[in-house]
């Protein structure tokens, strides 16, 4: 499970001291973390960071006296300034959400999507193979969710959206990005969480400190039993003649379909990574 992080843009002088943790996706955070008078200043400091235009930028679409209206004047800028990738935050409805992909139809733009109320929610549902050619990754901004229904947050509220948009993400061939933990003093349940996730099929997870890294950076989501399974597995498919033509096999007395390889070749990869 990959981690993408946030980090507010007020900190991105910290960015440096984060790269030994080998993080798959950086955030920006322009929306909730700075004040709207210190956004140029600090593009740009942005813009003077190696492979700037690489990280995500979380930014505002809407005008800040008025959550339903959009103003796009920022991200426009930026695209301006040469950065494609973006995370879009509080958008509410699909209406909305064909408003500024239609706006910005031109530019080729690498999207993650932030699933925040249940409109969204709802009409994506059904709709979210649409999208697969625009959007290259959604994601739960829980909080922000459960805020919006008047619930607690807890992952036993959360069991049925976080399936759905998993769901979604494996319909439409995009990246799955599990919920952000707030409690930073709890590492066993963040790492429940974590496992949580992976365990559900989750590509990656936000994360919003670097003690949260190491918690992912250590967790072994698989035992060496579940390996020794796996490498016999792949052993007993070498040994089929013919390769082309699939037929089920038997290992340790179960027989081993088509889906239980692919599962073996995950398990080996994430295995050696961990251990080895």
Same mark, same amino acid.
């Given at each position: ?59 505002? %679409?809407? #005008?800040?006296? &008025? ?7 920022? @991200?426009?800028? /930026? =695209? +301006? ?15 909305? %959400?064909? #408003?500024?992909? &239609? ?7 690498? @999207?993650?999507? /932030? =699933? +925040? ?160």
């Amino acid at each position: 499970m990959e981690a993408y992080f946030f980090i507010p843009a007020s900190k991105i002088d910290k960015i440096q001291s984060i790269f030994s943790y080998q993080i798959m996706e950086f955030i920006i955070d322009f929306e909730d973390s700075i004040k709207l008078s210190e956004r140029d200043q600090l593009v740009s400091k942005l813009i003077e960071l190696p492979v700037a235009a690489h990280y995500y930028l979380r930014v505002p %679409l809407h #005008e800040s006296s &008025n959550p339903e209206r959009l103003d796009l004047t920022f @991200i426009s800028k /930026l =695209i +301006e300034r040469g950065f494609k990738r973006f995370v879009f935050p509080k958008i509410i409805s699909i209406k909305q %959400l064909d #408003e500024v992909l &239609n706006i910005f139809e031109e530019e080729v733009l690498d @999207i993650v999507l /932030l =699933i +925040e109320n249940p409109r969204l929610y709802i009409e994506l549902l059904n709709t979210i193979n649409s999208y697969h050619n625009r959007i290259s990754a959604i994601g739960l901004g829980s909080h922000d969710f459960m805020a919006s229904i008047g619930g607690k947050h807890t992952l036993q509220n959360l069991e049925v959206v976080r399936q759905h948009i998993l769901y979604m993400a494996k319909a439409a061939n995009i990246i799955s990005i599990d919920i952000a933990s707030m409690d930073l003093k709890d590492a066993e349940q963040f790492r429940s969480e974590v496992v949580d996730g992976f365990d559900k099929g989750y590509n990656a997870k936000f994360v919003i400190h670097p003690r949260q890294l190491q918690i992912m950076q250590d967790i072994k989501f698989y035992n060496r039993e579940e390996y020794v399974r796996a490498v016999k597995i792949m052993e007993k498919l070498s040994l089929e003649k013919n390769k082309m033509e699939f037929a089920p096999i038997v290992v340790e007395g179960k027989i081993i379909e088509r889906p239980h390889i692919e599962n073996a070749r995950k398990i080996i990869a994430n295995y050696k990574k961990k251990h080895i």
